[in-house]
């Protein structure tokens, strides 16, 4: 069973997921939970806590193997750190991601989608290409464009 946890910074996941699902249809394994000013620490690592024992007991009651891909939008951020304690105190596998973004998530998606499985090594290679100067690569320029 693999899953997707979006842990952001005021709930930009959530409109990442719906532009995502614009291109690939519904997408049912992937959910967002969202770090707002009002959340203090303890209530944001009891809301992760919750949903990881969920997917536990879904992936029990179904007997599949659970795994689950945390992705962040801050590398150092409270939403990384929450989830790289959990992932660190967690007996299933879950992998912890940071620089969430379009691409990263389309491609993670896409895996899911057609392979049922996720593999970390390809998405990083395959997602890391899509950060570049748009000019630059359409008519070959070095210069800057402001």
Same mark, same amino acid.
């Given at each position: 069973?693999?899953?997707i946890l979006l842990? %952001?910074?005021g709930g930009w996941g959530e409109g990442l997921l719906r532009s995502i699902e614009m291109i690939l249809g519904k997408i049912d394994f992937v959910k967002e939970i969202a770090l707002r000013p009002q959340d203090l620490l303890n209530e944001f690592q009891e809301k992760v806590d919750t949903y &990881? !024992? !969920?997917?536990r007991k879904a992936a029990l009651l179904a007997?599949? @193997?659970l795994h689950?891909?945390?992705f962040t939008d801050l590398y150092g951020g409270? @939403? %990384?750190n929450v989830a790289a304690v959990k992932a660190n105190a967690s007996p299933e596998? $879950?992998? &912890?991601?940071t620089g969430l973004n379009s691409a990263l998530l389309l491609e993670a998606c896409t895996q899911i989608q057609i392979k049922h499985t996720l593999d970390i090594a390809s998405l990083l290679e395959n997602s890391s290409h899509s950060i570049f100067d748009v000019m630059a690569k $359409?008519?070959?320029t070095e210069e800057t464009h402001a």
């Open positions: 069973m693999e899953k842990l %952001t910074h &990881v !024992e !969920e997917e007997r599949e @193997p689950i891909t945390i409270t @939403p %990384t596998g $879950i992998d &912890v991601i $359409i008519y070959g």
